[in-house]
């Protein structure tokens, strides 16, 4: 059994874009993983990532947590899964349903590692996960597109950091 990683698009991306942006194929043919990259929905390629994010597969409330499920089921049927390391990770939109993923779907996601867009939902105590799971969320205090420290759309990510230790008992500061 191998492990599989989902790495998700941005908003107005789609997966090829995403190949050459995450640059995971490379690390996934030396270290023995599998990755997967689905492609979002509607004219601007877009995954119903929360409350806030984004475009048309947010307002159609799309069933993007169900979609992953699936694939994830599919991908099963078709190579040899490590069931306990699935793991998803994503830029900005692809960031956001990363971190949903993570909420609503722990029993399937072993960890999640978003990139460039905070949890997305409000309040954050909606995000309620099976278990603890392991949450690496990077994103640069100099983000134009998605600010760091919020917006009105949008949840500042030091909110982000601290909810995600508060739900997994970590102690300490989150870094």
């Not at 107005?12 to 690390?27: D, P, R, T």
């Not at 078709?78 to 998803?88: E, G, S, T």
């Amino acid at each position: 059994p191998i492990p599989v990683v989902f790495d998700i698009h941005g908003l107005s991306s789609n997966k090829e874009q995403q190949a050459l942006v995450s640059g995971i194929k490379n690390k996934a043919e030396g270290a023995g993983f599998a990755v997967v990259r689905p492609d979002g929905t509607g004219i601007l390629k877009s995954w119903n990532a929360g409350d806030w994010c984004c475009g048309q597969a947010q307002m159609d409330g799309l069933d993007d947590v169900g979609l992953m499920r699936a694939i994830v089921a599919e991908v099963k049927t078709l190579i040899c899964v490590d069931a306990k390391r699935v793991y998803a990770t994503g830029i900005s939109n692809g960031g956001a349903m990363s971190h949903r993923l993570a909420c609503e779907a722990a029993d399937v996601f072993a960890a999640a590692a978003p990139v460039s867009y905070p949890l997305d939902l409000k309040p954050f105590d909606k995000c309620k996960p099976a278990r603890p799971i392991s949450v690496m969320h990077a994103h640069g205090s100099s983000d134009l597109l998605v600010p760091y420290k919020g917006s009105a759309n949008q949840a500042a990510t030091p909110d982000s950091f601290a909810y995600w230790s508060k739900v997994n008992g970590c102690q300490g500061a989150p870094k």
